[in-house]
Antibody
C-alpha cells in the first residue's frame, strides 16, 4: 500500500523549532519529487516546500524562506521539514505529499498525501 | 503571486444532480491546474491535473475543463460521497490554491 505517515508536530512557543518527519512506503521514494503543504485551522491549503529526487533542488514559499528547511533520506525513505523561528501564523496541519510528475519544470499535482501532523505555535 | 479565486464559496446540490464549480486565476496559467477533494478530517485527494486529466482511480463523473484564467470542475451526477470541499491549484508559477468551494447536500 502506498502510504505517507507524518510525525513530529506539537505545541511550541513562538521562536521555537520542530523537526517534522514523513515516512514513505509502498513506492520508489527516490523516484519522486516530494513536498510539504500546510493547512491552518479552518482555512485552505498552502504549498510550503518541494525537494527534488536527489535533494539537489529545493524550493520554498516566500513566507518560510530562511526559517524552514526541507530534506530527505532516500535510504530511509523519509522526508523532513525543519521548522525554526516559528510564528503564530505557522500554526497548521502539515501534510507530506508526493509530486505526481514534473512537467515543464513544475509538479503537476500532489497525488499521495499523508494524514498530516499538527503544529501549534502559542505561548 | 497568482491568486486563485473559487466560486461559489458554498454550493448546495441534490444527490443525482450536476455540480459545476468555478476557479479563476489572476493571470493565465495555461492548463497548469489541478483539482482536489477534501473531506472533513482527511487529507486532500487529487482529482484532476492538466486542467482536464483525471488522476488514477478517479470516477468518470468528475471532469475538468478550461485554460488560461477560467476553469471548471463538473461532477455529473452527485453521489453521497462527493459532498466535500474542493480546491483548485495552479502550478504555472510556483503553487497556489484557491480558497475552496464547499459542496453540500441540498
Amino acid at each position: 500500500e502506498v502510504q505517507l505517515v507524518e510525525s513530529g508536530g506539537g505545541l511550541v512557543q513562538p521562536g521555537g523549532s520542530l523537526r517534522l518527519s514523513c515516512a514513505a512506503s509502498g513506492f520508489t521514494f527516490s523516484s519522486y519529487w516530494m513536498s510539504w503543504v500546510r493547512q491552518a485551522p479552518g482555512k485552505g491549503l498552502e504549498w510550503v516546500a518541494n525537494i527534488k529526487q536527489d535533494g539537489s533542488d529545493k524550493t520554498y514559499v516566500d513566507s518560510v524562506k530562511g526559517r524552514f528547511t526541507i530534506s530527505r533520506d532516500n535510504a530511509k525513505t523519509s522526508l523532513f521539514l525543519q521548522v525554526n523561528s516559528l510564528r503564530a501564523e505557522d500554526t497548521a496541519v502539515y501534510y507530506c505529499a508526493r509530486g505526481r510528475a514534473l512537467v515543464r519544470g513544475a509538479i503537476d499535482g500532489f497525488d499521495i498525501w499523508g494524514q498530516g501532523t499538527m503544529v501549534t505555535v502559542s505561548s | 503571486e497568482i491568486v486563485m479565486t473559487q466560486s461559489p464559496a458554498t454550493l448546495s446540490v441534490s444527490p443525482g444532480e450536476r455540480a459545476t464549480l468555478s476557479c479563476r486565476a489572476t493571470q493565465s496559467v495555461s492548463t497548469n491546474l489541478a483539482w482536489y477533494q477534501q473531506k472533513p478530517g482527511q487529507a486532500p485527494r487529487l482529482l484532476i491535473y492538466g486542467a482536464s486529466t483525471r488522476a488514477t482511480g478517479i470516477p468518470a463523473r468528475f471532469s475538468g475543463s478550461g485554460s488560461g484564467t477560467e476553469f471548471t470542475l463538473t461532477i455529473s451526477s452527485l453521489q453521497s460521497e462527493d459532498f466535500a470541499v474542493y480546491y483548485c491549484q495552479q502550478y504555472d508559477y510556483w503553487y497556489t490554491f484557491g480558497q475552496g468551494t464547499k459542496l453540500e447536500i441540498k
